[in-house]
């Protein structure tokens, strides 16, 4: 995105401005093509709020902005309060991941549904974006463990 901008990252006036195929052209499929335009309007008009207020608004209202962009969902937008907002309460109960970790930890044999794990979480409040943390490390940590025993060994030749 940065070569589409003298200054740095793209204004949203300069964004829409822009060709769609001058997107395309930097690694934008037409699905993101949209969603960068659509966002780059609900930013000018107001929809979408600046960083500065989204840290002050609550998180239903920041979903209600934002899931208006074509290609944010609610997903997006849990990312977007955990990682960039830093909100410490906030569990993604449709992250294949968090229900991956949930049946990992608890020793579920099916991969729980999202109203277990919504239940279930909460126990963890104020500090569901934490339990979260652990679930996606319990499923890398299984998936890494599943990689290494599917991975044939190198048997060395003796001299």
Avoid: C
């Amino acid at each position: 995105m940065k070569a589409l901008s003298a200054s740095g990252f793209p204004t949203p006036e300069e964004i829409l401005a822009l060709d769609k195929t001058k997107l395309r052209g930097a690694g934008l499929s037409r699905q993101k093509t949209v969603a960068v335009k659509d966002l780059a309007a609900k930013t000018l008009d107001g929809t979408v709020p600046p960083l500065a207020k989204l840290r002050r608004m609550g998180e239903e209202e920041i979903l209600e902005r934002l899931t208006q962009v074509h290609g944010i969902g609610e997903w997006s937008v849990q990312m977007f309060l955990m990682f960039r907002l830093g909100r410490p309460d906030v569990l993604p109960i449709h992250d294949l991941g968090i229900r991956k970790g949930f049946q990992i930890v608890y020793g579920h044999e099916d991969v729980p549904k999202p109203q277990a794990i919504l239940e279930y979480g909460e126990r963890w409040r104020p500090y569901r974006s934490i339990a979260s943390w652990y679930l996606w490390r319990a499923a890398d940590e299984e998936s890494a463990k599943a990689k290494n025993i599917a991975k044939p060994k190198k048997v060395s030749k003796a001299r």
